[in-house]
């Protein structure tokens, strides 16, 4: 079983709807989750942090469900340039705090 | 504030040469990582550092050597390239432990034929 799992998608949303998809983890330590966004094959990038209680970043909502080990991304308003993919990302197991990448949601939103 | 770099940006060898990817940042950050992706995988951790000359293991490290004699270099060397390691190689790196932001280079793009 991968550590971290997602829906590959795409998820086809049109401009201006809303859109979320979520993450789950097998490992019940870990203690960092992440959303990181990838363009077409270019690196990653740090879309927010997830913390316990849930936070917003504009127009992106991150929750997280310890107890049932998944995070979730919300995206209200959908822009054109929100179209990537979105890597789920969560610490592993070791002090060092490594991290393991979900393979990624595509999200390709429509005129 | 140049960040974190790589090169070469795309490389074509062809089997059994060896090939080195480098990676340098410009952040005096502690850690250094190397992944690579491939469709339908996530990224896979192949080595890290968590200073100079301290190296270590990760998900998928066969085939590939290390080296940190700098903090602001990390190159990671193909001992003798195989078609199975034709992928994308990203370089990051990390101010400390837990909860810190990872910033990514831009990639290699590696074809071995």
């Known amino acids: 079983r991968k550590e971290v799992e997602q829906d590959p998608g795409p998820f086809n949303v049109p401009e201006g709807a809303t859109v979320a998809f979520n993450c789950t983890y097998s490992n019940s330590a870990s203690q960092s989750f992440f959303w990181y966004r990838q363009d077409c094959r270019k690196e990653p990038k740090l879309l927010m942090s997830?913390?316990?209680s849930g936070n917003e970043d504009g127009r992106f909502t991150a929750q997280l469900n310890r107890a049932s080990q998944y995070i979730s991304l919300l995206i209200r308003d959908s822009k054109l340039s929100d179209s990537a993919t979105y890597l789920c990302?969560?610490?592993?197991?070791?002090?060092?705090?490594?991290?393991?990448f979900g393979a990624g949601t595509q999200v390709v939103v429509t005129p | 504030d140049a960040g974190i770099t790589q090169s070469p940006r795309y490389k074509i060898t062809e089997t059994g040469r060896q090939v080195t990817l480098m990676c340098h940042q410009t952040w005096s950050h502690s850690y250094m990582f190397w992944y690579r992706q491939d469709l339908g995988h996530g990224l896979r951790l192949i080595y890290y550092s968590a200073a100079a000359d301290i190296t270590d293991k990760g998900e998928v490290p066969d085939g590939y050597v290390v080296s940190r004699s700098k903090t602001e270099n990390f190159p990671l060397t193909l001992e003798s390239a195989t078609r199975s390691q034709t992928s994308v190689y990203f370089c990051a790196s990390r101010v400390g432990g837990l909860g810190q932001t990872q910033y990514f280079g831009p990639g290699t793009r590696l074809l071995v034929l």
């Open positions: 997830v913390y316990s």
């Open positions: 990302v969560v610490n592993g197991a070791d002090s060092w705090g490594k991290l393991q």
